[in-house]
């Protein structure tokens, strides 16, 4: 079955610096694919970028960029140079298997990014 | 603004009440999709569409759940005889056929069930 796995319910971050959020994920699929939305409390889910399983470099969006190791089965989204609207909740997402295209999403992490 | 729109926002209901969430896509996708997110958990998949049918819906779908499409455009989802765990945000997502193309949200429907 496939499933996406985020560890940190939380994280802390100091305005201007960077941040790594977890995600790892488990397929049986050689083709997949894995997103990351921001979730402000608003509630409106926001695409981050995306990484291809069989695309060879990492994914970079910006100030967004994917620690992609396919070995591991991770997929870890760095945020550099926090700013305080990036305080939000953050999911994890794979692509599921068959032609729908749906997404399956972890649990999410809240950042809080502090002054 | 030509996101993905939604609407009501928010929608309070007695239980056993009927309550219907409408969502309007990007005009030029022809998926479209429902999640739903309870508090503290990430979206889970509802149903698909691609253009006008109904070509997935998940086990959690249950029969007091209808979702329809009509002519491709907007689409509805209905909630028969609500229950308290039916309490969510209810969010609705479109895109292109595409396979690597992301997916765009709506900022959702929350639904209190009192």
């Known amino acids: 079955a496939q499933k996406i796995t985020q560890t940190q319910p939380g994280m802390f971050v100091q305005e201007k610096e960077a941040v790594t959020l977890d995600c790892t994920y488990d397929?049986?699929?050689?083709?997949?694919?894995l997103f990351w939305y921001k979730q402000p409390s608003s509630g409106e889910m926001i695409f981050l970028i995306y990484?291809?399983?069989?695309?060879?470099q990492n994914a970079t969006e910006g100030r967004y960029s994917l620690n992609f190791q396919k070995a591991r089965k991770s997929a870890n989204l760095v945020i550099s140079a926090s700013q305080l609207g990036d305080s939000a909740m953050y999911f994890c997402?794979?692509?599921?298997?068959?032609?729908?295209?749906?997404?399956?999403f972890g649990t999410g992490t809240l950042l809080a990014v502090q002054p | 603004d030509t996101g993905v729109s939604q609407d009501p926002r928010h929608k309070i209901t007695k239980r056993g009440q009927n309550v219907t969430f409408r969502c309007d896509p990007i005009?030029?996708?022809?998926?479209l999709y429902w999640y739903r997110q309870t508090l503290g958990q990430g979206p889970e998949f509802l149903t698909y569409?691609?253009?006008?049918?109904?070509?997935?819906k998940s086990r959690l779908l249950s029969d007091r759940f209808s979702a329809e499409r009509p002519k491709g455009s907007f689409s509805t989802l209905e909630i028969q005889r609500t229950e308290q765990g039916d309490s969510a945000m209810y969010l609705c997502?479109?895109?292109?056929?595409?396979?690597?193309?992301?997916?765009?949200f709506g900022q959702g429907t929350r639904l209190t069930v009192v």
């Open positions: 997502a479109s895109s292109y056929t595409r396979l690597n193309t992301e997916a765009f």
């Open positions: 397929t049986s699929d050689p083709s997949y694919g």
């Open positions: 990484q291809g399983s069989y695309d060879q």
């Open positions: 997402a794979m692509r599921a298997s068959g032609a729908t295209n749906k997404l399956i």
């Open positions: 005009s030029e996708h022809n998926r």
């Open positions: 569409f691609q253009n006008e049918a109904q070509l997935e």
